[in-house]
């Protein structure tokens, strides 16, 4: 069975911060992994995606993401945060091959100006 | 392009009391998604449908029922609505093509059971 893993429920950062958001995930074969945003009281965007290739990806907004494959670990990073990022983020990951996705539990970003 | 659509935005039933959230997309896409959100517990799947006519129990899928209509429809029904199905609801699809894996979703139903 596929799952994921956040667990930073709760963040809070200045302006100009650096985030990094930790996404783990469990499953043993080909993976598709995705980070949406979801500003208040909106539904839910890509920000990302990775498929294959090059480890880490670039998306919208600045924010980039690595796969680590040997830690099954896709975390989440932006060098300078804006208050305009205050958003609930979720880590996603659909197995290859699959339709199922799964998400994590999501992680509340707060930056105050 | 409207993308994905969810009808109704807000419903507030009774316990008891049965309803279908309907959920349409029109960009062609084979998959679509059920989903339910509450705080601290992320995005759980409900039902998904992989491709027209067929469709699979996700993480949560007791109390609820679905219905693939067609390519673009995809219902969520609730026979018996309980208080512990107060959430939002988000319906998603997809395109299982190559290179077109990620979903889009619609903006939401939220219901609340008294």
């Known amino acids: 069975a596929q799952s994921v893993s956040q667990h930073n429920h709760h963040v809070i950062l200045s302006e100009a911060a650096s985030l990094e958001l930790g996404c783990n995930y469990s499953?043993?074969?080909?993976?598709?992994l995705f980070w949406y945003v979801q500003y208040p009281g909106q539904h839910l965007q890509l920000l990302l995606k990775?498929?294959?290739?090059?480890?880490l990806v670039k998306g919208i907004k600045g924010f980039e993401a690595e796969f680590i494959k040997s830690k099954f670990s896709f975390n989440l990073r932006k060098p300078s945060v804006q208050w305009s990022d205050t958003a609930e983020y979720f880590c996603?990951?659909?197995?290859?091959?699959?339709?199922?996705?799964?998400f994590g539990t999501g992680t509340k970003l707060q930056v105050i100006p | 392009n409207a993308g994905v659509t969810q009808t109704p935005k807000f419903q507030v039933l009774k316990t008891g009391q049965s309803m279908t959230l309907q959920c349409a997309q029109d960009?062609?896409?084979?998959?679509m998604y059920w989903y339910r959100q509450d705080p601290g517990m992320g995005l759980r799947l409900i039902y998904y449908?992989?491709?027209?006519?067929?469709?699979d129990k996700g993480e949560v899928p007791n109390g609820y029922n679905v219905s693939r209509l067609n390519k673009r429809e995809f219902s969520l029904r609730l026979e018996s609505a309980a208080p512990s199905q107060t959430s939002v609801y988000f319906c998603?699809?997809?395109?299982?093509?190559?290179?077109?894996?990620?979903?889009?979703f619609g903006p939401g139903t939220r219901l609340t059971v008294t």
């Open positions: 998603a699809s997809r395109n299982s093509g190559q290179g077109s894996y990620e979903q889009y």
């Open positions: 499953y043993g074969g080909t993976v598709n």
């Open positions: 990775y498929f294959s290739g090059d480890p």
């Open positions: 996603a990951l659909n197995s290859g091959g699959y339709q199922k996705v799964t």
């Open positions: 960009m062609n896409h084979n998959s």
């Open positions: 449908s992989a491709s027209e006519g067929t469709t």
